[in-house]
């Protein structure tokens, strides 16, 4: 999720944002809210249901998803299950692309079809160099933040997850089930790899950043980052 959160950053999560939930089954008793798009949500993975993930909603239920892999572009036409066509199309709008200060190591993955052989892939496998990242700021509709990417990365097409029915790259949002993505575009494993998140497996809505320590990965904080402490966008 860089370079919306970082590593050492502490997270704090409303678990009764959307819904009221038994707590050892976690089956919901009351619906309280909605998520909305752009809202950055805990979950538990869909595959493997012991794992949680943060990422940020992109697609709502009923929405058609297109990704471009070259320009790292979404389109997303709102309610297309109802509609069937694109008259509801969601504004999206990117900055021009400038180097940020985010280097990150890029691993080299052979296969993505699951969390295990994606963990085995970081264990075995070399990696790239380091590589500094581009920034862009997204604009979905009226809420604006971060993304990053790496220009001269491309995905292979056999990496991304094929909706039966559908082509490549393209997806729509099945019923009470949410399509996500990471703000670190170029380095983040999900919706686009394996699928759909469905509104039980939710967990609550990431809101406030309560401490954030300077720290990389794999090393001792250093200090704190007090500038980082506050909401979540």
Known sequence: MMPTLLVGDF???EKFSYAIKEPITQKILININEPERGDIVVFKHPQ???INYIKRIIGLPGDKIQ???HSKHLKICSNYTRIQNCKIQISMNYSKTKLSEFIQRIYIYNNLNSIKSRQSAIKNHKIYNSLRFYSSKEKINNLEHSVLFLNTFLNKKNNYYQQKGMSKLTWIVPKNSYF??????DNSFDSRYWGFVPKENIIGKATKIWMSLNKKENEWPTGIRINRIGNIY
């Open 11 to 13: 997270i704090l999560v």
């Open 48 to 50: 493997e249901y012991n």
């Open 67 to 69: 990704y471009d892999s």
């Open 180 to 185: 996500v993505m990471g703000d670190n575009r």
